[in-house]
């Protein structure tokens, strides 16, 4: 009996034993643990947007930490992906299905070249070791010194002669306190609308339908033409939803983008932007004449080629800039739609041609060549068929679009003014 119960208990011994074996063993566990590690040492999340020298800092923050752990190579980028969010989170997993494809081990210097290419670009680099001459780093450091709303309208100008741009300068000041003063003349005499009613004869029904008050919920969703565009658009079962019938517009758009998928929510916004750019068409020629005829239609593109409308919006006193695009083709049909933003204060410039080149590398990722890209900003246009080269940070986003343009499509992207 004794034999036999000591048999039993060595038995259990050893059965107990294997079980905290194969619990060590435990690949779940281990990869639970390394990620406990990897987030005791606070890495920083990494959301997108154009920001060369924060993607630099972002990727060396995260080898110091992979260092530090002595992390194995194949385990940096099951971590390293952990804290990619928002916009980058998006850009990955489109990524890792074009470099996984045929079963192909994506390590982690893969994913910094490729994460380089979209974050880090060459122009930007090349940029950072420009050579100066003495009269351009007089011009520069003044520069850097002139009030924000300055530098925003004689930046473009890239004037490298000091005694010329400090008379340039002057005259911007001057100017600029001129409309103050003009304005705070005035201030006092505004009226607010419902006084100006009184001695003015207008209305305040919606110019397009003159059948309910013009405000935004009815502009955007309660308008007869406003329906009719959504159905058109097939987006009916969007604007009937139980779940989107909130009382004002902002809140409506706001629980669309969070419950919808993201090109339904890339449709949406287009079809506002139209609705909104339709109205003001209207109004704008109501006032001077001119007749539905002379509105500017969108245009098909050829057939064979596809047309991208790219915009961009800075949302006043968040220091947010967003951008959209949509994609048609030759038939007029949805294809795809993006919208993105960054936390970044940028001039309008920047940002048109920002929203451009962010546009461009989309059809990249997509796949499509011969594709018309149409913007609003005459100055860009301009620039961009001028091929203008320098040192500003917009004529840096401008190169690498002429890039895009000549090298690595061969004459199978444009750009047109829309």
């Not at 949509?326 to 970044?344: E, I, P, V």
Request: hydrophobic share 40%; proline share 1%.
């Amino acid at each position: 009996m004794t034999a036999a119960r000591t048999n039993a208990q060595i038995a259990e011994t050893l059965a107990a034993m294997a079980n905290v074996s194969a619990r060590g063993d435990n690949p779940t566990r281990d990869g639970e643990k390394r990620l406990e590690r990897f987030l005791k040492h606070k890495p920083s999340f990494f959301t997108g947007g154009f920001n060369p020298d924060g993607a630099v800092k972002w990727v060396e923050e995260v080898e110091i930490i992979f260092d530090a752990m002595e992390c194995a190579e194949e385990n940096k980028l099951t971590l390293e992906t952990y804290v990619l969010r928002e916009e980058a989170n998006q850009w990955w997993k489109s990524a890792k299905l074009r470099l996984g494809g045929g079963g192909v081990v994506i390590t982690w210097e893969m994913f910094k070249r490729e994460f380089f290419t979209k974050y880090f670009l060459a122009d930007v680099k090349n940029k950072k070791v420009v050579e100066s001459r003495t009269e351009n780093d007089k011009c520069v450091k003044f520069e850097s010194g002139l009030r924000p709303n300055i530098k925003h309208i004689i930046g473009f100008a890239e004037i490298r002669n000091f005694t010329t741009l400090v008379a340039k300068a002057r005259t911007c000041d001057e100017d600029g306190k001129a409309k103050s003063n003009y304005f705070k003349a005035i201030r006092g005499k505004s009226q607010d609308r419902a006084n100006l009613m009184m001695r003015v004869a207008c209305t305040l029904n919606c110019p397009v339908c003159d059948e309910e008050i013009e405000d935004e919920l009815h502009i955007f969703f309660r308008c007869a033409v406003a329906r009719d565009s959504w159905c058109a658009a097939g987006l009916s079962s969007v604007l009937h939803n139980v779940a989107y019938q909130q009382n004002n517009a902002v809140d409506r758009i706001f629980a669309v983008c969070s419950n919808e998928s993201s090109d339904t929510v890339g449709r949406v916004a287009m079809l506002l932007w139209c609705i909104w750019h339709n109205l003001h068409k209207l109004q704008s020629n109501s006032v001077s004449g001119t007749t539905e005829a002379d509105l500017v239609r969108w245009e098909k593109p050829a057939l064979g080629w596809v047309k991208c409308n790219v915009d961009v919006v800075f949302v006043s006193g968040s220091g947010r800039t967003s951008v959209g695009l949509c994609f048609r083709d030759s038939s007029g049909q949805f294809m795809a739609g993006m919208t993105q933003w960054q936390q970044t204060v940028i001039s309008s410039v920047e940002g048109e041609a920002w929203a451009l080149l962010l546009a461009m590398e989309e059809a990249r990722h997509r796949g499509l060549d011969r594709v018309q890209f149409e913007s609003d900003s005459k100055v860009l246009i301009d620039v961009i068929h001028m091929k203008r080269r320098g040192n500003s940070e917009f004529l840096s986003i401008v190169h690498n679009i002429l890039g895009f343009m000549s090298s690595c499509y061969d004459g199978q992207f444009l750009v047109l003014l829309s």
